[in-house]
C-alpha cells in the first residue's frame, strides 16, 4: 500500500505560478499511474491530470491544457503538477491519486484510483 503526501499549495495571485508535489512512501513509486484531481467549493472533484508509470505518456485536460505539465520524478518517488498562468477558477483542493492497475493507460475517474492523498488548497486571487 502507498501512502501519498501532496505540498505545494498556497495563495498566489492570477497569472502566477505554484508546483505541487506529492511524495510516496510504503510502495513501489514506479508501479504506479498517477494523477492529479481537484475540487472546488461545491463541486465534485474532477480530474486534471494524469501519467503513466514510466512518465513517458501523460494527458492534462484541455482547461489547462498549456499552462499546466504533469511529471514524475521515480528515484524520488515523486510526481510533480506544474501550474503556470494560473486562473481564479483554478482554487481547488488538489489531490495526488495512485493506480496500481495499468501500466500506461491514463485513468480519468476518480473511483478507479486505489490510493489518495491528503490534499493540498491552491488559492488563485485576482
Known amino acids: 500500500q502507498v501512502h501519498l503526501v501532496e505540498s505545494g499549495g498556497g495563495l498566489v495571485q492570477a497569472g502566477g505560478s505554484l508546483r505541487l508535489s506529492c511524495a510516496a512512501s510504503?510502495?513501489?513509486?514506479?508501479?504506479?499511474?498517477m494523477g492529479w484531481f481537484r475540487q472546488a467549493p461545491g463541486k465534485e472533484r474532477e480530474f486534471v491530470a494524469g501519467?503513466?508509470?514510466?512518465?513517458?505518456?501523460?494527458y492534462v485536460v484541455d482547461s489547462v491544457k498549456g499552462r499546466f505539465t504533469i511529471s514524475r520524478d521515480n528515484p524520488k518517488n515523486t510526481v510533480y503538477l506544474q501550474m503556470n498562468s494560473l486562473k481564479p477558477e483554478d482554487t481547488a483542493v488538489y489531490y495526488c491519486?495512485?493506480?496500481?492497475?495499468?501500466?500506461?493507460?491514463?485513468?480519468?475517474?476518480?473511483?478507479?484510483?486505489?490510493?489518495w492523498g491528503q490534499g493540498t488548497q491552491v488559492t488563485v486571487s485576482l
Open positions: 491519486a495512485a493506480d496500481r492497475h495499468y501500466a500506461s493507460t491514463i485513468l480519468t475517474v476518480e473511483r478507479q484510483y486505489d490510493y
Open positions: 510504503g510502495g513501489t513509486f514506479n508501479g504506479y499511474c
Open positions: 501519467i503513466s508509470r514510466s512518465g513517458g505518456i501523460t
